[in-house]
């Protein structure tokens, strides 16, 4: 079974930047569609940006033109670069398969303060 492991936030000043990771385990990773989504405290999980199997990527619309998801088959890596970052894409991210979910990791807490 994939399990997924994120990694990579931490505290940014509004207009920073940071880049998450995420790792999965199961050598059948690549057939699978991965997104990254993202929870606010008080606010539902939301899907921020997925990338399909074969690399086509899509964005919310808060995050379009500032964020950018990559994967790296080889890895079993989905990566999420985040620029311009706001106070309001201060959230716990996680990522996860949108078509075939399964058990949510912790997260990585991403903190974006003035």
């Known amino acids: 079974q994939v399990q997924f492991v994120e990694s990579g936030g931490g505290l940014v000043q509004p207009g920073g930047s940071l880049r998450l990771s995420c790792v999965a385990s199961g050598s059948i990773f690549s057939i699978y569609a991965v997104g990254w989504y993202r929870q606010a405290p008080g606010k539902q999980r939301e899907l921020v940006a997925a990338i399909t199997s074969g690399g086509a990527p899509t964005y919310t619309l808060s995050v379009k033109g500032r964020f950018t998801i990559s994967r790296d088959n080889a890895k079993n890596t989905v990566s999420l670069l985040m620029n311009s970052l706001k106070p309001e894409d201060t959230a716990v991210y996680s990522c996860?398969?949108?078509?075939?979910?399964?058990?949510w990791g912790q997260g990585t807490q991403v903190t974006v303060f003035s």
């Open positions: 996860n398969s949108p078509s075939d979910p399964i058990d």
